[in-house]
């Protein structure tokens, strides 16, 4: 089960942050360093609040 939930963490947080590089840089017109970092940023935020998520459903 470990293993599941760490496959959809890497999952999750390449989702968010592919569309959040391509929002920033086609709807902001950001650069691509700063449209990277924000989407890091978003990637790692969503992957931190799915495992909490995951981690209160099987406690």
């Known amino acids: ?3 599941f939930r760490s496959f959809m963490g890497i ?3 390449a989702l968010f942050a592919l569309t959040s ?3 920033g840089q086609m709807l902001f017109g950001l650069t691509d ?3 990277v970092l924000i989407a890091i940023v978003i990637g790692i935020g969503a ?3 799915y495992r909490r998520l995951s ?3 099987n406690d």
Request: no cysteine; net charge neutral.
């Open 55 to 57: 981690n209160k459903r």
């Open 47 to 49: 992957e931190v609040i």
């Open 1 to 3: 089960m470990e293993l």
């Open 11 to 13: 999952i999750i947080f």
């Open 33 to 35: 360093g700063i449209s």
């Open 21 to 23: 590089f391509f929002i």
